[in-house]
């Protein structure tokens, strides 16, 4: 069965410093979507991407924020200067939201 | 402001039991509405997705019900088993934000032998 993947499966970073999360999604799906749940709480929307371009990104998704897709395969999200609320589990979603990646666990120190 | 509301936040069951988990949401209108299911750690894993024109939906030991009018849901877990133990959340999805979810706070259930 396909899946969406991610990597890594755990980012330690410092304040200030930039990420960048990976995901593959599942192939020839046209829509993915950035996802995050800090502990204890629910999973917030962060942004859709569908041809090559952001189509609608939340209040959490500020300029500190951007996503790619490089090479038509990986789809990234990128985390300039991070900061200690940024330390969250974040999850690729693709096509209609049917398939979450495993997530990633950033934890910003 | 779109909210999805679960209750309880929180069961402890016997194996073998059955129980119920509770959605209200005020997101109108809606492209559809799921349940997810989400072990500790791990990406959420689509269970039903129903459309506003669905009464019910099952998948396996899985029934989710819909009553549009009342903008109410449930998902029905059938003799649990002690790997049902995991976060069940009621997730909306909005058609005038580009299909993008809005997601309830979950309902974490404990199955017990």
């Known amino acids: 069965e396909p899946e969406v993947t991610q990597t890594p499966s755990h980012q330690v970073t410092q304040m200030g410093q930039e990420v960048i999360l990976h995901c593959v999604p599942i192939?020839?799906?046209?829509?993915f979507y950035w996802y995050r749940q800090i502990l204890g709480q629910k999973v917030e929307f962060l942004v859709s991407?569908?041809?090559?371009?952001?189509?609608?990104k939340s209040e959490i998704f500020d300029d500190q924020f951007s996503v790619e897709r490089p090479d038509g395969s990986n789809f990234t999200l990128k985390i300039r200067s991070t900061k200690l609320e940024d330390s969250a589990m974040y999850f690729c979603?693709?096509?209609?939201?049917?398939?979450f990646g495993p997530g990633t666990r950033l934890t910003v120190l | 402001k779109n909210q999805v509301e679960q209750s309880p936040q929180s069961l402890i069951i016997l194996e073998g039991k059955n129980c119920t988990l509770q959605?209200?949401?005020?997101?109108?209108?809606?492209?559809?509405l799921r349940w997810y299911k989400q072990d500790t750690g791990r990406g959420p894993v689509s269970l039903t997705i129903?459309?506003?024109?669905?009464n019910t939906k099952s998948n396996g030991r899985y029934t989710a019900t819909l009553d549009a009018d009342t903008k109410q849901s449930s998902l029905h877990i059938t003799a649990s088993q002690l790997s049902d133990s995991a976060s069940y959340i009621c997730?909306?999805?909005?058609?005038?934000?580009?299909?993008?979810?809005?997601f309830g706070g979950g309902t974490r259930v404990l199955v017990k032998p």
């Open positions: 997730v909306v999805s909005v058609p005038a934000a580009g299909n993008k979810l809005t």
């Open positions: 192939s020839n799906h046209l829509y």
């Open positions: 991407f569908y041809n090559n371009e952001i189509s609608e």
């Open positions: 959605c209200n949401y005020t997101v109108s209108p809606f492209s559809n």
């Open positions: 979603a693709s096509r209609i939201q049917d398939f």
């Open positions: 129903m459309t506003f024109s669905e």
